[in-house]
Nanobody, 126 residues
């Protein structure tokens, strides 16, 4: 079993930055592909970013490419999402997720993730 706890959400003006953190426990982080998803009110949960087990490979949704950066520290069991140039359309609850799927780290469907955090709210005002 893996427990994931997100932190770092909040209210920020458009153009600002936030850093989300995900603390993992219960399993060696380096065995898991990690991802970030978000869900706005009335919308489906959508993929944001994913990172390979060793942290070498990253993949982003087109909507955040160039503005967001995912990283991980397996020694500290943490995953970070740095968000820059935030836009009002980035407003959502952000979720950290982990998957035991083997092979590729480019895993973008929520159904393929095994563990989820409780989410952290990010609100971007215009």
């Amino acid at each position: 079993q893996v427990q994931l706890v997100e932190s770092g959400g909040g209210l920020v003006q458009a153009g600002g930055s936030l850093r989300l953190s995900c603390a993992a426990s219960g399993r060696t982080l380096s065995t898991l592909v990690m991802g970030w998803f978000r869900q706005a009110p009335g919308k489906e949960r959508e993929f944001v970013a994913t990172i390979s087990r060793a942290g070498v490979g990253t993949y982003y949704a087109d909507s955040v490419k160039g503005r967001f950066a995912i990283s991980r520290d397996n020694a500290k069991n943490t995953v970070t999402l740095r968000m820059n140039s935030l836009k009002p359309e980035d407003t959502a609850v952000y979720y950290c997720a982990a998957t035991t799927v083997v092979g590729t780290f480019i895993i973008v469907e929520p159904r393929d993730y095994d563990y989820w955090g409780q989410g952290t709210q990010v609100t971007v005002s215009s």
